[in-house]
């Protein structure tokens, strides 16, 4: 559904908003779920897109919408009812809650966002009854605002003959600023280019904050091995033909040089390298098992050319070791003239290695 908004001059500008609700089991462990009842209600026309995660395929999901809005999911049985009178305000919505159906198991609040993250079950750290809180942290039920994020990264030009198929990625912030000491799960989404091949697969994940990996991968089949600054999450339900180990190296959360860490690890030739400075999800599009490869390229090994000139703005901003930035290098401005020395020494850092 979408809103219609006039401005001064014509035409009107169509603006459409959409809210996607995840719904997932609260335990990794199969466990009985009673009947989902959802309240959606929004001040301004939503569509609401609801999606299933590891949910049994017949579990009744009765959805009472406000009347401006619409829910449509392709993985969920619902039962769809429009409430002419959803009150919006939480503490009217939680009253509302309360007097229609006795209880209430959670209640989200948001004043903009496009994504709820909602786990289903008996939460046992949590009260018996539902009580509006307004700095409420928890890891089970949260909101976003899902933007693409530019990233920085280069990848092997003839990488699908490789194997094993080797992808680093480094995070310098998962947006959990002001969870304080929550952890945030970071997505890994593996696809796969053709589902039948068997793939061999090696993920170096490098984190500058605490998070958790959560390996996504339908359809792969093969062996994925996970090297991490962090925890790591296997897909669940497994997926057949899959077999995930993963190895906890805490020393890649501070490692500069991932490239250099994968060559002397005996990963020589790097598929691909990605870097963001805020995410919380990365998608991998497997190079699908082909084989064959062309002669006279070199492995990527080497950093790429805008990772040297981000280590040297951060070095030169104060953020090489302690008293390093002081002692090799001067400032002076004379007659409007920059003056910039630096010490050959340390110059030496940045330059390739051969």
């Known amino acids: 559904m979408c809103d219609d908004r006039l401005h001064d001059d014509p035409p009107p500008v169509l603006f459409c908003l959409q809210v996607t609700v995840l719904l997932k089991p ?15 209600s929004s001040r301004l026309p939503v569509t609401w897109w609801l999606q299933a995660e590891r949910l049994p395929p017949h579990l009744p999901v009765l959805v009472q919408v406000s009347s401006n809005s619409s829910v449509q999911s392709h993985t969920l049985r619902l039962d769809v009812r429009t409430v002419h009178s959803l009150p919006f305000r939480p503490r009217a919505l939680h009253r509302w809650a309360l007097r229609h159906h006795g209880n209430l198991s959670s209640l989200t609040y948001m004043p903009h966002g ?27 039920y949260m909101t976003s605002e899902l933007q693409p994020q530019e990233v920085q990264g280069c990848a092997h030009v003839s990488a699908g003959g490789i194997s094993p198929e ?30 039948s091949k068997i793939q061999t697969v090696v993920l170096i994940l490098s984190s500058s904050v605490p998070v958790n990996w959560a390996i996504v991968a339908p359809g792969v089949r093969g062996h994925v091995s996970v090297h991490s600054s962090n925890s ?9 033909g899959l077999y995930l180990s993963s190895t906890l190296n805490s020393d890649l959360s501070t490692t500069s040089d991932l490239l250099v860490w994968a060559n002397e690890s005996g990963y020589t030739k790097v598929t691909s390298y990605t870097e ?27 950093r790429p050319p805008w990772a040297e000139e981000r280590r040297l703005r951060q070095w030169l901003n104060g953020g090489g070791r ?28 940045f330059l390739p290695q051969y």
């Open 322 to 349: 302690p008293g390093e930035g002081r002692q090799s290098f001067t400032v002076q401005c004379e007659d409007g003239r920059l003056s910039v020395s630096v010490d050959q020494h340390i110059l030496q850092v």
């Open 114 to 140: 496009n994504r709820v993250y909602v786990q289903l079950g008996e939460d046992p750290t949590l009260p018996a009854v539902c009580q509006l809180q307004s700095m409420f942290l928890s890891p089970n």
């Open 26 to 40: 609260l335990f990794l462990h199969p466990s009985p779920l009673r009947a989902v009842h959802l309240l959606l």
């Open 276 to 302: 963001a400075d805020l995410a919380n999800r990365f998608v991998i599009q497997l190079a699908g098992g082909r084989t064959g490869v062309a002669a006279g390229v070199n492995p990527l090994v080497g």
């Open 166 to 195: 080797v992808h680093v990625i480094k995070l310098h912030s998962a947006g959990s600023g002001l969870c304080g000491s929550l952890q945030v799960e970071v997505i890994i989404s593996l696809v796969p280019l053709v589902a």
């Open 232 to 240: 790591v999450s296997p897909p669940y339900p497994p997926e057949p």
